[in-house]
C-alpha cells in the first residue's frame, strides 16, 4: 500500500488557464474527498465522492471547479479560468465507508498539488 | 453549522514542557473529533481520535479527551520533544463526511 498519491506535486500557470489535478486513492478506499487548503489555515472541504458517485458538490467554490471520478478509483479536480485566488494547496484524501463503521473511520490525506496562479 | 475553533499559535516550548492546544466544537449531531499533524514538507497524519463523549484518543504521548458538556477536545502532552515540532489541526466529522478543520496550531520545541 503506498497510501494516497497526487500528480502534479506542484503547478505554475497563468491566469486564465485551465488546470487539472489527480489523486490515486489507496485502492480499497471507496471514498475519496478534495480540500483546499490556504497558507495559515486548515483544510476546507469542497467535495466527495463514494465509488463513482459525488455525493456532495455543493461546497466546490465557483462553477469553475469541477471533479470527476469516472471508474471509481482515481478522481481529477479541474479549475477553469484560474485567478490568482486558486493559489493554494490541493489536497486529497480516502477512506473505506463500511457501514457507518465509526469507530475505523478515518481520512488518509495525500502530499497535495500546491497551485500558484501567475 | 459544524466548526471547530483551536487556539491560536504560534506556540513555543522547551523540550520536556508540557502542552495544551485548546479546541472546541460546535455541531449537530453526534460528531468524530480528530486531532491531525502536519510536520514540515509532509502531508496531513491522524494522530489520535474519539468517536463518542468522554472517549480519550491517545497516540505518541498525546491524549485528547471527547467533553461533551464543554464541546472541547483538548490535545495534551506531557513532555514534549523537538520532533513533535510541528502543525496540529483539530477536526470534526459527523456521519462519515466533509471533515471541518480548525485553523492549525503551529508548535515549535526548542532543545
Known amino acids: 500500500d503506498t497510501g494516497v498519491s497526487q500528480d502534479p506535486r506542484h503547478k505554475i500557470t497563468k491566469r486564465g488557464q485551465n488546470v487539472t489535478f489527480r489523486c490515486d486513492p489507496i485502492?480499497?478506499?471507496?471514498?475519496l474527498y478534495w480540500y483546499r487548503q490556504t497558507l495559515g489555515q486548515g483544510p476546507e472541504f469542497l467535495t466527495y465522492?463514494?465509488?463513482?458517485?459525488?455525493?456532495?458538490k455543493s461546497r466546490l467554490l465557483s462553477d469553475r471547479f469541477s471533479a470527476e471520478r469516472p471508474k471509481g478509483s482515481f478522481s481529477t479536480l479541474e479549475i477553469q479560468r484560474t485567478e490568482q485566488g486558486d493559489s493554494a494547496m490541493y489536497l486529497c484524501?480516502?477512506?473505506?465507508?463500511?457501514?457507518?463503521?465509526?469507530?475505523?473511520?478515518?481520512?488518509?490525506f495525500g502530499p497535495g498539488t500546491r497551485l500558484t496562479v501567475t | 453549522g459544524n466548526s471547530v475553533t483551536q487556539m491560536e499559535g504560534p506556540v513555543t516550548l522547551s523540550e520536556e514542557a508540557f502542552l495544551t492546544i485548546n479546541c472546541t466544537y460546535t455541531?449537530?449531531?453526534?460528531?468524530?473529533l480528530f486531532w491531525y499533524v502536519q510536520y514540515p514538507g509532509e502531508g496531513l497524519q491522524l494522530l489520535l481520535k474519539?468517536?463518542?463523549?468522554?472517549d480519550k484518543g491517545s497516540n505518541k504521548g498525546f491524549e485528547a479527551t471527547y467533553r461533551k458538556e464543554t464541546t472541547s477536545f483538548h490535545l495534551e502532552k506531557g513532555s514534549v520533544q523537538v520532533s513533535d515540532s510541528a502543525v496540529y489541526f483539530c477536526?470534526?466529522?459527523?456521519?462519515?463526511?466533509?471533515?471541518?478543520f480548525g485553523a492549525g496550531t503551529r508548535l515549535t520545541v526548542k532543545p
Open positions: 485502492s480499497e478506499h471507496n471514498r
Open positions: 455541531a449537530t449531531g453526534y460528531p468524530s
Open positions: 484524501a480516502s477512506s473505506l465507508e463500511a457501514d457507518r463503521d465509526y469507530l475505523n473511520y478515518e481520512q488518509y
Open positions: 477536526a470534526l466529522s459527523v456521519n462519515n463526511n466533509d471533515m471541518r
Open positions: 465522492f463514494q465509488n463513482e458517485a459525488q455525493l456532495e
Open positions: 474519539a468517536t463518542k463523549a468522554d
